[in-house]
C-alpha cells in the first residue's frame, strides 16, 4: 500500500522521512525512525567537523542497520564557514543512503561527488520554480514544504494542501510533501494529493528519543496550532517558530526596521540551543510547525510512525468503502 518511488530509492519501509532539524537531529533520533521503518536524518550543521560528523554517522549505525541519511545545509553566507565539501567526503566514506539538501543555494556543486559516491540527493524548496531548478540539475527527488512547517518557510508563504498538486503536475521526480503533517490522516492525504513520501518534524519533536529538555515537550504538548510566528520576513529569511519572548522581540524590531545586527542574536546564537537542551523556552527563536495542534502525547518514535501507518490504512478502507480508491 506505502511503495513508492521513495521507498523504492531510499531501500525503507514506509515513505516517512524526519525532518533534518537544527541541534536536535542526532543519531538517537534518526536511528529510532529508520529502526521504525522510515528515513531518520543528522543535521551536518550540528558539527563543527568533518570528524565530528563521522563520529555521529557511526553512532547511528552502531543503533541501526537500516538506512539514514544526512542534511547539508546550503547557507547563503554561513559564519563560521561550513565544511560540506568534508562532510560529503565522510558521509561518501561511511556509505550513508542519502543526502537531504537545504538552503537557499542549489546542491548543483557537489552533484558529481555525491552520484559519484552513489547518494541519493533530495533537495528541499519552498517554491515549484525551484523544484524545477533542482530537477533540471539532476537531483533524485524534492521536498516541497507548505508554510505550515516549522523553520524556514519561504516567502511566498504558500500551504501544503496547494502546493504539492502543483509540484506534482510539474515534476518527472518523485515530491515529497513537508508541513503541518504529524498524524495518519497528513499522511494520507500528502499520497492523494500525489505526494511519494512526507517529511515529518514537528510531530517528532515530542518523542522520547528527541534529545529535546523535558520542558521543552512539555510546551509543544500545551502548544495550538495558533501558538507559531513568522519571523524574520523583513530580511527575507521567513521562519516558523513558536511563541515566545524572544519571537515576539524579534518581530519587534523587525517592525522598526532593525538591522540586521541587531537581529541577529536574538533569531540566532546560542538561545536556540538553550531553548531545546536547558528548557529555557524564553532564550530564543524555537523552530515548530503549525501541526504542533496535533501533539498532545510524548509517545517513542515507532509508536508514532506505526499510528501512521494503521490510521492511513483506515483511511484508505474509509474511502475504498465511499467507491474512491488510493
Not at 560528523?53 to 542534511?71: M, Y
Not at 511563541?243 to 519587534?252: P, S, T, V
Request: charged share 25%; with cysteine; net charge neutral.
Amino acid at each position: 500500500m506505502f511503495k513508492t518511488r521513495i521507498t523504492q530509492m531510499l531501500d525503507i519501509e514506509y515513505p516517512i522521512i524526519q525532518g533534518g532539524m537544527m541541534w536536535l537531529s542526532r543519531a538517537e533520533l534518526a536511528a529510532a525512525v529508520s529502526e521504525a521503518g522510515g528515513l531518520g536524518i543528522i543535521t551536518s550543521a550540528n558539527f563543527n567537523t568533518a570528524s565530528e560528523l563521522g563520529e555521529e554517522i557511526r553512532k547511528t549505525k552502531s543503533l541501526t542497520t537500516k538506512p539514514f541519511g544526512v542534511n547539508i545545509n546550503l547557507f547563503a553566507r554561513p559564519m563560521p564557514p561550513v565544511p560540506n565539501k568534508e562532510f560529503i567526503e565522510v558521509l561518501i566514506e561511511e556509505r550513508v543512503k542519502a543526502v537531504e539538501t537545504s538552503g537557499v543555494r542549489t546542491p548543483e556543486e557537489y552533484l558529481p561527488r555525491l552520484k559519484e559516491g552513489n547518494v541519493k540527493v533530495i533537495h528541499k524548496v519552498t517554491t515549484v520554480r525551484h523544484a524545477l531548478s533542482a530537477e533540471r540539475i539532476g537531483v533524485d527527488a524534492v521536498i516541497l514544504v507548505g508554510a505550515e512547517q516549522g523553520g524556514a518557510v519561504g516567502m511566498e508563504e504558500v500551504g501544503t494542501l496547494v502546493l504539492i498538486p502543483i509540484a506534482c503536475d510539474a515534476l518527472n521526480i518523485p515530491v515529497i510533501a513537508a508541513g503541518g503533517i504529524a498524524d495518519a490522516r497528513g499522511f494520507a492525504a500528502a499520497l492523494a494529493l500525489g505526494a511519494e513520501g512526507v517529511v515529518i518534524g514537528t510531530r517528532f519533536m515530542a518523542t522520547k528519543e528527541c534529545p529535546a529538555h523535558a520542558d521543552f515537550k512539555q510546551w509543544v504538548l500545551r502548544a495550538k496550532e495558533i501558538d507559531t510566528v513568522i519571523v524574520e520576513r523583513g530580511i527575507r529569511n521567513t521562519h516558523r517558530a513558536l511563541k515566545n519572548k524572544a519571537a515576539e522581540k524579534a518581530l519587534e524590531l523587525e517592525a522598526r526596521g532593525a538591522p540586521l545586527e541587531e537581529l541577529l542574536p536574538i533569531v540566532g546564537g546560542e538561545g536556540y540551543k538553550k531553548v531545546f537542551f536547558e528548557g529555557d523556552l524564553d532564550a530564543g527563536i524555537a523552530s515548530c510547525g503549525q501541526a504542533v495542534g496535533l501533539i498532545n502525547d510524548i509517545p517513542t518514535v515507532k509508536e508514532v510512525i506505526d499510528r501512521i501507518v494503521a490510521g492511513a490504512k483506515i483511511a484508505g478502507q474509509r474511502l475504498t468503502s465511499l467507491g474512491l480508491h488510493m
